[in-house]
């Protein structure tokens, strides 16, 4: 049986060989080729210049590729609402089922696409479709906010399967009819956790650098992740705290990072690291942290914010979507409010007892995201899927 995959997701090729980020590696496909003979990757195919060795490898024995129009772009959009994508049509009917995660301009024309000729359709909810268009910084995505919540809203209400990377916030902010609902994050994390990485932390606590580290992992070119929060609330802490750094890892243009850190006067404090590698990498650049910062507004559930807390590394972060179903509430606060989170930095940074009792509640809560463990959890509900089609085939 073949799989077809939809999401608004860029990927690139080199010599025939398909990459990614992490999040979308090929290992990230395993889950559906437990019950699918093939999966057909619907994406985008970017022509920006990467560096390939910073990028995980997508391409596999029974994974394939199509790419359609960008539907992120307006003209595209205004486009197939006119006129029906002939491409996509052709991938969805040529394919048993399909795989759509959201939120997705492509994934939401697929859906229309596979209600229209009877193709059973699977969602994949991995973020709210209001704060990706609302926190994007520009008039047009405060518009879109609305239009693209309503479609998401529709498209689950509407649906039969439906998996979630949270536990009860995406539920809840988009809920289904009637169906089958399961949970299962799409961040995976090694089956054995190393109770060395979570002495190295402990020690760095306790011992702590004459220069404090702080870090954040995300976007740099968005006003979404929180880029200029985690610089306010620093500020405001710059003669109350000791002295400290904070790193800055991800993938965008990094101007719009150095204006804001220009425009605060961080220029002493902030040092842009740029994009790293996914796996060990990270780890590594975790390590090194005293707290981690997630100020973000959009996510599903964070992928860095487990993998910092599978590092034993403290974390203090907003509110948004799943994020409190990973952290005591008293380490978190509302996207957008810079001083509460200058206020649990002041609260926690020389507290080297409850520095060390984050680092263990954190340590011991990611366990709950193992490849086994999530990979179970897919495969159960994909499983289900496989059924459901092999009984509307007869």
Known sequence: MKLLHVYDHDYYEKDGVYYSSSVNGKKAFEPY??????????????????????????????????????????????KNYIKEDAFVKKQVLEHDGVAVRLPSELGLFVIETARKYNKPYAIEVVGDAWDSYWYHGSLKGKVMAAITEWRTKRALWNAKFAIYVTQYY?????????????????????????????????????????????????TLNVAYKGLEESLLALKSLINVIPDFEILFVGKGDIAYLQNLI????????????????????????????????????????????????????????????????????????????HKTLAQHIKQVITNKAELCSMAKENFEKSSEYSFTEIRNKKGSFWGEFKKYILQTER
């Open 33 to 78: 080729l437990l019950h699918f003979d093939s999966v057909t990757v619907l994406a985008n195919l970017s022509d920006k210049e990467v560096d390939f060795s910073k990028l995980d490898v997508s391409s596999s024995e029974n994974i394939n590729f199509a790419f359609a129009e960008n539907k992120r772009l307006f003209g595209n959009y205004v």
């Open 170 to 218: 995406l539920q809840k902010a988009y809920p289904m009819k009637k169906g089958l609902s399961r949970n299962a994050s799409n961040v995976v994390l090694p089956d054995q956790q190393d109770i060395e990485i979570y002495n190295r932390h402990i020690e760095r606590l306790k011992n702590p650098p004459a220069k404090l580290r702080f870090g954040l992992i995300g």
């Open 262 to 337: 220009d425009k605060h006067n961080m220029g002493r404090y902030a040092i842009i690291v740029g994009k790293i590698s996914s796996g060990q990498p990270v780890f590594d650049f975790l390590d090194s942290l005293d707290v981690y910062l997630h100020p973000s507004k959009h996510e599903g559930l964070p992928r860095a914010v487990i993998e910092a807390m599978s590092r034993a590394c403290p974390v203090l972060a907003s509110s948004i979507a799943g994020t409190p179903e990973l952290l005591p509430a008293k380490y978190i606060h509302k996207p957008g409010d």
